[in-house]
Nanobody, 122 residues
Framework: QVQLVESGGGSVQPGGSLRLSCAASGSIRSIVRMGWHRQAPGKQRELVATITRAGNINYADSVKGRFTISRDNAKSTVFLQMNNLKPEDTAVYYC????????????????WGQGTQVTVSS
């Protein structure tokens, strides 16, 4: 019912930047909250940043001051601008949507994308 596709991942050197995008599709009327999580090898998935439709934002402490989350409500798209990347940022980044209302009135609690790889190394 709701599909999310991430793009923009890749390999960069420490201090570099990447901009991730995630577009949601599936006859969507609105999405309450969208965000990004990441999972490094051998570790649990962790929250990176979230943003509500109204613009309320939450960041993990580890990315504050370096990452910026934003969204385009009309296009059901969320972005993550990542600056001053560090090796510890290396992970698969997953897009998610919480509280999606479809055009037919259906409510989808939670949706996840397939993930995009971000690698930070010299």
């Amino acid at each position: 019912q709701v599909q999310l596709v991430e793009s923009g991942g890749g390999s960069v050197q420490p201090g570099g930047s990447l901009r991730l995008s995630c577009a949601a599709s599936g006859s969507i009327r609105s999405i309450v909250r969208m965000g990004w999580h990441r999972q490094a090898p051998g570790k649990q998935r962790e929250l990176v940043a979230t943003i509500t439709r109204a613009g309320n934002i939450n960041y993990a402490d580890s990315v504050k001051g370096r990452f910026t989350i934003s969204r385009d409500n009309a296009k059901s798209t969320v972005f993550l601008q990542m600056n001053n990347l560090k090796p510890e940022d290396t992970a698969v980044y997953y897009c998610n949507a919480d509280g999606t209302v479809l055009v037919g009135g259906e409510f989808v609690k939670e949706s996840w994308g397939q993930g995009t790889q971000v690698t930070v190394s010299s």
